[in-house]
């Protein structure tokens, strides 16, 4: 199969290349590096399956040609994370709309109509505080906190971008909701809780808690991200599908922080930060965040294979690694001699 993945670089989608080079799948990757970094596709560089394009979506003048190229496209390329969403409103919705648009209308206007995997994002259901979140519940987004909502527009629009390139032109589009992932490669600079937490508690500083803790999320390891979403592609074949891909464990913030002091052994204090210091004042949080995964796995059959311990004991161990190294860098003298893989094997 032809794969192309647009912001395979990233956190994510460097996974989806892992896994489909691990199949033997042909694997195209554009990316802009403005928040990925070739390092994660690295391994594969003199891999002949594999081709990589720094490009921007929006610009990238080989689009059409890549598109036409491909069975299935992974379009992760977004903006992302709260501090950028903060930072920069309007890019946020250019890139994210726009992007997704361009690659609709490549498609469209391809001979052969490929399958399009759109990253949409749990962020889609707003402030909705329901127990658990199923795809048939409305989206609402809140009128107040000014450009808060951009990240959540922008993906809406995306979802309906899909869909509407679906019915009109029969382009098959699978819409992922991802909930909060986490795994190795992804950075805590741009917000990213658990990386954070990890990084603080592997540098004995204070765990900083924003907004009081009590708030709950449900984390997916990326290794199972991106396993359920390419059976959910599989299993989609031509249909246009919506589904929740994450995990249903639901914990609390300051439960995360204790967490990864106990599982680290780590001496840090846990520290409250309100949410007008962390983000700025016009920040509204959201409480609960639980995906009802009912239609994925009546689609998937799909299991998960990483528990949140598992996790963060891999992500403590490689930012153990990761500050060991530096330090013999500094003393001039090697690392570590047991290395924790950032390269996880995905079955063939
Ligand atoms: N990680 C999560 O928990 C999560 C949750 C919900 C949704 N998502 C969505 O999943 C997708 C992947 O997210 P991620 O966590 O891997 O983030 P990421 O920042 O690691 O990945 C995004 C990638 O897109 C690239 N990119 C950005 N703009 C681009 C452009 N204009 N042209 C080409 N490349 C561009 C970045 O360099 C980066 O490599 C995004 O669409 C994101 O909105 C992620």
Redesign the pocket.
Same mark, same amino acid.
Request: charged share 15%.
């Given at each position: 199969m032809h794969v192309l993945i647009?912001?395979g670089?990233?956190?994510?989608?460097s996974h989806l290349v892992d896994l489909h080079l691990a199949k033997g799948d042909q694997v195209h990757v #554009?990316?802009?590096?403005?928040?990925?970094v070739f390092a994660n596709v690295e391994p594969h560089r003199d891999n002949p399956l594999f081709r990589f394009d720094h490009?921007? #979506?929006?610009t990238w003048d080989r689009l059409d040609h890549a598109v036409g190229w491909a069975d299935r496209i992974y379009h992760?390329?977004? #903006? #992302?994370?709260v501090y950028r969403v903060i930072a920069e409103p309007t890019k946020v919705l250019a890139?994210n709309i726009a992007?997704c648009e361009r690659l609709l209308r490549a498609a469209r206007d391809g001979g052969w109509k490929p399958q399009v995997v759109l990253?949409?994002?749990?962020?889609v259901y707003g402030h909705n505080d329901e127990q658990i979140l199923r795809e048939d519940q409305d989206l609402t987004v809140s009128s107040r906190a000014g450009t808060r909502w951009g990240y959540s527009v922008s993906?809406i629009a995306d979802e309906a971008l899909g869909m509407s390139y679906a019915q009109r032109f029969g382009i098959p589009a699978v819409i992922a909701r991802?909930?909060?992932?986490v795994g190795p490669r992804?950075v805590g600079r741009?917000g990213?809780v658990v990386p954070r937490f990890v990084q603080q508690a592997v540098s004995g500083e204070p765990i900083t808690v924003f907004g009081g803790g009590d708030q709950t999320r449900s984390f997916c390891d990326v290794r199972d991200t991106v396993v359920a979403l390419e059976s959910l592609a599989t299993r989609a074949g031509r249909d246009t599908v919506v589904a929740n891909v994450g995990n249903d464990r639901e914990i609390s913030i300051r439960d995360l922080a204790e967490l990864v002091i106990q599982r680290s052994g780590s001496r840090s204090s846990i520290k409250d930060v309100p949410l007008r210091e962390a983000y700025g004042e016009d920040f509204e949080d959201i409480r609960r965040r639980r995906p009802d995964l009912s239609r994925l796995r009546a689609l998937t059959g799909f299991k998960h294979r990483y528990t949140l311990e598992d996790t963060i004991d891999h992500l403590v161990a490689l930012a153990r690694q990761e500050a060991h190294s530096h330090h013999a860098e500094q003393r001039g003298h090697d690392g570590d001699r047991t290395v924790v893989r950032n390269q996880p094997e995905y079955a063939a």
């Open positions: 647009t912001g670089a990233g956190f994510i989608g #554009v990316d802009d590096l403005s928040t990925g490009a921007d #979506v929006l992760m390329a977004a #903006v #992302v994370g890139t992007g990253a949409s994002s749990s962020e993906k991802f909930f909060n992932t992804q741009y990213m």
